[in-house]
């Protein structure tokens, strides 16, 4: 099979003429031994300014057509930085970033005609990554590479969860081999570009896949193409890759070279913000080896490599993790009530809303059930739980505490040693940081603490020294 690399470039490296020749570079290097899929993210700060433009346009705020010009004036600099003396390829994007533009201020228009939704909102911001793609693409062929954009609501299917949608990936798997590889296999492209964070649904609407979604888009590609190439994905970022701890807190920190996916996906799940933590979910269903690489040492030995196995060493517990803003729900029953049974119709009443577990502590008593929700949430359940038909018949009481963190330690070695536990509770306990709850996540690789939202720095540092310095 021939080799195939995708690789995904985040906003930080789409920014200037400097970034721009960036990629040249990095394209130039894997050119040499395999043809190359790009997925872009948009320019560095541009979803931010088109959410910034759908909401201040559901306000009816009468002149945000600043932002729109804002936005456009970024993607002119930029093609005026990096097409100047293309005149064929500067005229393309050029027209292509007028034409897109003016949709959007005719989108902006009529939303005020229209109900505000997120499904609108998924529309507007798929703009930054059409015109990032298009012009890159632009970019790639002045430097003489056969390159070929595409827009990915043409290949890519999803679900109309808007604003989080999840792939059909059967479906997907379908439409991105009988688009892609007769370009990939054609003389005529050596380079496909394709637009990050968004897909479409079955009845051709635009769906965006979250924040940093660019990142499934690529392991999306990856998993449709795995049984035709040998395949690779590489995600450029301003990092080196996943640390053991969030250098922003900890003192101490460590890349981790070699990861599993499981690992990754706690280090995913506990806040480490390096990937979209379900592209880590289709990597590892089809067991596509990925990379994480710093976008200015692309040369760099000191990067990621996340691939299936667990990679066994002495260092049982692999990192220490948080999620800094949290809130903990207590739903609590009278004595004579059990809750048994209504869990299930709490998770489902919040699964169907769009609340999403972090975490389900496990408690003895039978009276209440307490877990873990996004911060953001917490009105929403509120207002969800005390309008449910169970409240004041089988439960009586609700607290929601939203001042608390999640200290998470990760490793393989949290299934194969005994006392980890312990060892959480001792150093935490010596420390004087009280544990108000202990948890499961989504696996079974991490054990987790629930503490007051003051404590977080100082746990994460004491667990550190616990179980990373100290082995
Ligand atoms: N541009 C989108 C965002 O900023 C998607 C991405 O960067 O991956 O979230
Ligand atoms: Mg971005």
Redesign the pocket.
Same mark, same amino acid.
Do not use: N, P, W, Y
């Given at each position: 099979m021939e080799d195939l690399v995708v690789m995904?470039f985040?906003?930080s490296c789409l920014k200037d003429e400097k970034s721009f020749s960036q990629i040249q570079y990095i394209v130039k290097k894997y050119r040499e031994a395999s043809k190359i899929i790009i997925v872009a993210?948009?320019l560095k700060g541009? /979803? !931010?300014k088109l959410i910034d433009f759908y909401k201040k346009s559901c306000k009816e705020e009468p002149k945000c057509d600043y932002i729109i010009d804002d936005i456009f004036n970024i993607h002119k600099n930029v093609i005026n930085q990096i097409l100047i003396n293309e005149e064929s390829e500067f005229k393309k994007a050029f027209e292509f970033l007028k034409k897109e533009i003016g949709e959007l201020k005719q989108i902006g228009g009529v939303i005020k005609l229209i109900r505000p939704s997120i499904e609108i909102q998924d529309i507007i911001?798929s703009y @930054?990554?059409k015109l990032?793609a298009f012009i890159l693409s632009q970019y790639l062929k002045s430097k003489n590479y056969k390159a070929e954009y595409i827009s990915s609501d043409e290949i890519l299917l999803t679900d109309d969860n808007f604003g989080r949608a999840l792939p059909l990936l059967k479906e997907t798997e379908i439409m991105v081999t009988d688009r892609i590889i007769p370009l990939l296999q054609s003389e005529l492209i050596e380079i496909i570009c394709v637009t @990050?964070?968004y897909g479409s649904t079955k009845d051709k609407k635009i769906t /965006?896949?979250?924040? @940093? @979604?660019? !990142?499934? /888009?690529a392991a999306i590609l990856a998993y449709c193409l795995r049984n035709n190439y040998n395949l690779k994905v590489i995600y450029w970022k301003n990092v080196k890759g996943f640390l053991n701890a969030d250098p922003r807190i900890a003192e101490k920190t460590a890349l981790l070279k070699r990861i599993s996916y499981k690992e990754a996906k706690e280090l995913a799940f506990f806040g480490s913000k390096v990937l979209?933590p379900l592209c880590l979910d289709v990597n590892e269903k089809g067991n596509i080896p990925s990379e994480i690489k710093f976008f200015n040492e692309p040369d760099s030995d000191e990067f990621t490599t996340i691939t299936k196995e667990i990679v066994r060493d002495d260092k049982i517990i692999r990192a220490i993790t948080s999620i800094y803003k949290l809130s903990m729900v207590t739903v609590e029953s009278d004595t004579m009530v059990p809750l048994s049974g209504t869990a299930s119709k709490i998770f489902s009443l919040l699964g169907n809303n769009n609340v999403n577990i972090v975490f389900i502590s496990q408690s003895s008593s039978e009276n209440n059930i307490t877990f873990g929700i996004e911060f953001e949430d917490s009105m929403k359940v509120s207002f969800l739980l005390r309008n449910s038909d169970f409240f004041g018949k089988k439960w009586f009481k609700i607290k929601i505490d939203n001042d608390i963190s999640l200290v998470a330690v990760i490793g393989a070695g949290v299934l194969h040693t005994s006392g980890i536990a312990g060892r959480v509770f001792t150093s935490l306990g010596d420390s004087n940081i009280n544990i108000k709850a202990i948890a499961q996540g989504s696996s079974e690789l991490n054990f987790t603490a629930i503490i007051d939202r003051k404590n977080c720095d100082k746990a994460i540092n004491v667990l550190y020294n616990e179980f990373i310095t100290q082995k």
């Open positions: 995904k985040g906003g993210s948009a541009i /979803t !931010d911001i @930054g990554e990032s @990050g964070f /965006t896949f979250g924040r @940093g @979604g660019s !990142d499934l /888009t979209h």
